[in-house]
C-alpha cells in the first residue's frame, strides 16, 4: 500500500514538472525584448516595435541617417550662425539654382542661410568667380580640368572640390514657324556644317535627303522655302558668346558624332567672332536664357539650348530636332533618353571624367551633360563652410528627389550623389569637416 502510495506521488511530482516545463516557453517568450525597426519614408522617420527577430517588409533594424532627406533631425537643415552665399556661374543650372535657393522651395537652414542673386553668367565665370574668390559656389557643367582647358590661370586644381550639381541635356533648336512642329531631323555632320557655313540654307539638299526627300511632307515643306524665296530659308547662327559648359557639350558632341575637326577647349571654339567656325550668318548670345530668347524672335535660327529652357512658358515657339543616338536611331528628347546616357556612361563619374556625349545604345540621347558646384577644399569659417557644404548636400540628396524632373533635369543616380558627398567631406574650415558637423 505505501509503495503505491509513493508510486502515485512520484508519477503526480512527475505530471507536476512536465506540466512545468511544458509552460516554461510561453512564459520565456513573453520576456524577449521588443526591437527597434525602421522605415524610412519621403515625408518621415517611422519605427515599430516588434517582438520578432525580423522586421517586417519595408522595415530594417537599422537606423538610417536623416541627413539629406529635409526631415526634422536632418543636420543639413542647421548652422551655426548666418551667412549670405554669392552664387554664379552655368545657365544651364539656373532653373535648379533659383528653385533650390530661393522663393518657399529654397534652402534657408531655418532662416540662417541666403543667397546672392544669380545673373548665370555662363561656366567660365562660374570657374573664374570661385578661382579668384569672389563667389561662395561657381557653378560651371565642365569641372576645373587642366586638360579640359578649363583651368583658371593660377589655379590648382587639387585646391578644389568638384560637386555633380545637374544632370540634363541640350537641345540643338530651330525656329521654321508654321508647318515644322519638331519634325525636322539634323544629323550631327550637318549642324557642324551650319556652323562652319558649308550649310547656309533649311532647303539644302543634304537636310532635305535626312528628312525623307522631295517627295516626303518634310522635304517638300522644307523646299517650298526656297520656291517661294522666303527669308527664313536662310539659316540664322546663333551661339554663346562666353565661356560656355553647353558649348563644351555642344561643340564635343559634333566632334564625336559629325566628325567637325573643331575640338572643345573650354567652350572657346565659339566665342569672340564664332571662333574657329566658319558660319557668317553668325550671332553671339550671353546664355542659355538669351539663346532661347533668339530662337523665340528669330526666324529661320538654330542655336543649342538646354532641354529645360524649352519647357519654360513663352518659349513655345522654339522647335527642337530630331538627333540620332550612336546607333543611329532618331529620337526627341525626354528625361528618360536623357537619364538612359548617364546610365551608358556609368557612375564613375569625376572632374576627370565628365562627358557623358555622344554614348552607345538605344534611346540614348546624344546631347547630355552633368553640371558642378565648386568650391575651394580650405575654408576660414565654420560658419560660412557649413552653409555651403550643406546646401549642396541637401540640393544634391533632397531637391533632386523633390525638385529636379519638374524643372526638366534628370534626378542624379544615387551613386552619383554619394560621390557628391564625398567631395562634400573633402571641404574644411581649420581641419573641421564641415559637412558633418551637428550643429
Given at each position: 500500500m505505501k509503495s503505491s502510495l509513493r508510486t502515485l506521488a512520484a508519477m503526480a511530482i512527475a505530471v507536476s514538472g512536465v506540466a512545468t516545463i511544458v509552460a516554461l516557453p510561453a512564459g520565456a517568450t513573453a520576456m524577449h525584448k521588443k526591437i527597434t525597426c525602421y522605415e524610412l519614408t519621403a515625408t518621415a522617420?517611422?519605427?515599430?516595435?516588434?517582438?520578432?527577430?525580423?522586421?517586417?517588409?519595408?522595415?530594417s533594424r537599422v537606423k538610417p541617417s536623416l541627413q539629406g532627406t529635409n526631415i526634422s533631425g536632418d543636420i543639413d537643415l542647421k548652422v551655426p550662425g548666418t551667412s549670405t552665399l554669392?552664387?554664379?556661374?552655368?545657365?544651364?543650372?539656373?532653373?535648379?539654382?533659383?528653385?533650390?535657393?530661393?522663393?518657399?522651395?529654397g534652402y534657408t537652414a531655418n532662416g540662417n542661410v541666403s543667397f546672392s542673386a544669380y545673373p548665370a553668367a555662363g561656366s567660365g565665370s562660374g570657374r573664374s568667380g570661385i578661382a579668384n574668390g569672389s563667389l561662395s559656389i561657381g557653378f560651371s557643367d565642365v569641372p576645373i580640368n587642366a586638360a579640359a582647358g578649363t583651368l583658371p590661370s593660377g589655379a590648382v586644381e587639387s585646391n578644389f572640390a568638384q560637386v555633380p550639381y545637374a544632370l540634363g541635356g541640350a537641345v540643338v533648336g530651330y525656329n521654321l514657324g508654321a508647318g515644322f512642329d519638331n519634325n525636322v531631323k539634323l544629323t550631327a555632320s550637318e549642324i557642324a556644317q551650319i556652323y562652319d557655313g558649308k550649310i547656309t540654307l533649311w532647303s539644302d539638299p543634304a537636310i532635305v535627303a535626312t528628312n525623307g526627300g522631295a517627295s516626303s511632307k518634310v522635304g517638300k515643306a522644307l523646299l517650298s522655302l526656297a520656291t517661294n524665296n522666303e527669308a527664313?530659308?536662310?539659316?540664322?547662327?546663333?551661339?554663346?558668346?562666353?565661356?560656355?559648359?553647353?558649348?563644351?557639350?555642344?561643340?564635343?558632341?559634333l566632334y564625336q558624332a559629325g566628325n567637325s575637326g573643331h575640338a572643345p577647349n573650354g567652350g572657346s571654339p565659339m566665342e569672340g567672332n564664332g571662333g574657329a567656325w566658319g558660319a557668317t550668318n553668325?550671332?553671339?548670345?550671353?546664355?542659355?536664357?538669351?539663346?532661347?530668347?533668339?530662337?523665340?524672335?528669330t526666324l529661320g535660327s538654330i542655336g543649342y539650348v538646354e532641354y529645360s529652357y524649352v519647357l519654360i512658358p513663352g518659349n513655345d515657339a522654339i522647335q527642337v530636332a530630331q538627333l540620332q543616338d550612336k546607333n543611329g536611331q532618331w529620337l526627341s528628347p525626354t528625361l528618360a533618353n536623357i537619364a538612359n546616357a548617364a546610365a551608358a556612361a556609368g557612375t564613375s563619374v569625376s572632374p576627370s571624367n565628365f562627358a557623358i556625349t555622344n554614348e552607345p545604345g538605344n534611346n540614348v540621347w546624344p546631347l547630355a551633360t552633368y553640371s558642378w558646384a565648386i568650391v575651394p577644399k580650405a575654408?576660414?569659417?565654420l560658419t560660412t563652410c557649413e552653409a555651403i557644404t550643406k546646401y549642396l548636400d541637401w540640393e544634391s540628396h533632397y531637391a533632386q528627389n523633390k525638385y529636379a524632373a519638374a524643372e526638366g533635369y534628370v534626378p542624379l543616380p544615387g551613386p552619383v550623389q554619394k560621390y557628391a558627398r564625398q567631395q562634400l567631406q573633402t571641404i574644411t574650415a581649420n581641419g573641421t569637416v564641415c559637412v558633418n558637423q551637428k550643429s
Open positions: 522617420l517611422k519605427t515599430k516595435k516588434v517582438a520578432t527577430k525580423a522586421c517586417p517588409k519595408g522595415f554669392s552664387i554664379n556661374g552655368s545657365s544651364f543650372d539656373a532653373p535648379l539654382v533659383g528653385v533650390t535657393t530661393s522663393g518657399s522651395t527664313r530659308d536662310t539659316i540664322k547662327v546663333l551661339y554663346r558668346n562666353a565661356g560656355s559648359g553647353t558649348t563644351e557639350a555642344f561643340t564635343y558632341y553668325i550671332n553671339g548670345v550671353a546664355n542659355n536664357a538669351a539663346m532661347a530668347q533668339g530662337l523665340v524672335n575654408q576660414t569659417s
